[in-house]
């Protein structure tokens, strides 16, 4: 029961790129059977460039799943952008998890949402001291323990992957400067995937990161954002023990 | 505050390393480039850009956020224009 997941996170469109693309997106169909966003949509977050992503992303013939990222929650309009992607056909991902069955009966399972920072194992904030700090670092807990949630109740799909904006892991982080880490990443999220078991971690948000990375439970990791990867999505084929078979 | 002193507060406050971090601010918070990711370096009267955008507009717009916030400062705008290829090969996982 295999399964080709195209990915890309990072477009961040807007009117000056309108139309290019939809262009890149032409025979998607053939590469693959569902298409995963990882965020960051737009650039400013405002309804008019949610439009535009309604537009680029809608009506594909492979079903589209997608998170926000940081831009699109820039204008206060994240709730208008997410129902304008829901109206277009787009499945928005808000810490919780959806289901795409194929024609074949291949059930993928797509947990997620967001995500946020925090930093590290050893290297990270914590929920002490001053209550911007505290609801800094309880904002990503809070975000965790929905995915756990979330990834549980996915008992009956061949496959799973947790669909983020920020990173689980460091190493997915190579490239970026040391010193923001924390605002790249937690790795609260990769716990979930970890404790409840993925077969792939997408995200995106560091631009100047590395593609392949894995959680410390051993979790392929995977950076799809638009810089990183320089091609219009990659496609992860899930269940092709047999290199042949994708 | 003589004018020496009041001088000598100006250009410290204008060091290099804050005047990096304020165009940083700017690219990231001005609407016309909402831009995160960009290095800003400053050596001298230069001020140097890097790192990739989606469109040659947006980095165009990037010459001109930097240098309002930079007066004084010679812009050199390296940041490239991302090349967005096709899908490419799948990985198997
Ligand atoms: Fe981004
Ligand atoms: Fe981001």
């Known amino acids: ?246 | 505050m003589s004018d020496e002193a009041r001088q000598q507060a100006a250009s410290s406050h204008d060091a290099p390393h804050y005047v990096a971090a304020r165009v940083q601010q700017a690219l990231a918070e001005d609407e016309r480039t909402s831009e995160l990711g960009v290095r800003v370096d400053v050596r001298g009267d230069d001020l140097y850009l890097r790192g990739q955008v989606e469109c040659a507009e947006r980095r165009a717009r990037m010459t001109d956020v930097a240098g309002e916030n930079a007066p004084g400062l010679k812009v050199h705008n390296e940041v490239t224009v991302m090349e967005v290829r096709g899908p490419g090969e799948e990985e198997t996982l």
């Open chain 1, 1 to 246: 029961m295999k399964i080709r997941v195209a990915a890309v996170g990072d477009v961040h469109l807007g009117e000056d790129i309108r139309g290019r693309y939809r262009e890149k997106l032409q025979g998607i169909e053939e590469h693959a059977d569902v298409l995963l966003l990882a965020g960051d949509l737009t650039r400013h977050g405002t309804p008019a460039e949610g439009r535009i992503v309604a537009e680029e992303f809608g009506g594909l013939p492979v079903p589209v799943v997608t998170v926000l990222g940081n831009h699109d929650y820039h204008s206060d309009a994240e709730d208008e952008i997410g129902a304008m992607l829901d109206d277009a056909g787009i499945h928005v991902l808000r810490d919780d998890a959806t289901v795409i069955s194929l024609d074949d009966g291949t059930r993928l399972g797509v947990a997620g949402g967001k995500g946020f920072g925090g930093g590290f194992a050893g290297k990270c904030a914590s929920e002490f001291g001053e209550p911007q700090m505290k609801s800094f670092v309880g904002h990503t807990r809070e975000i965790a323990e929905r995915w756990h949630k979330a990834l549980k109740g996915l008992d009956d799909v061949d496959h799973r992957v947790v669909l983020s904006h920020y990173s689980p892991t460091k190493d997915t982080l190579a490239g970026e400067p040391l010193e923001i880490y924390p605002f790249l990443g937690s790795y609260l999220l990769a716990e979930a995937a970890d404790a409840e078991g993925a077969d792939l971690f997408l995200h995106g948000h560091a631009h100047h990161g590395t593609e392949k990375g894995v959680t410390p439970g051993g979790v392929r990791v995977r950076n799809v954002a638009l810089p990183v990867l320089g091609r219009a999505y990659a496609v992860y084929c899930l269940g092709g023990e047999d290199p042949e078979s994708c």
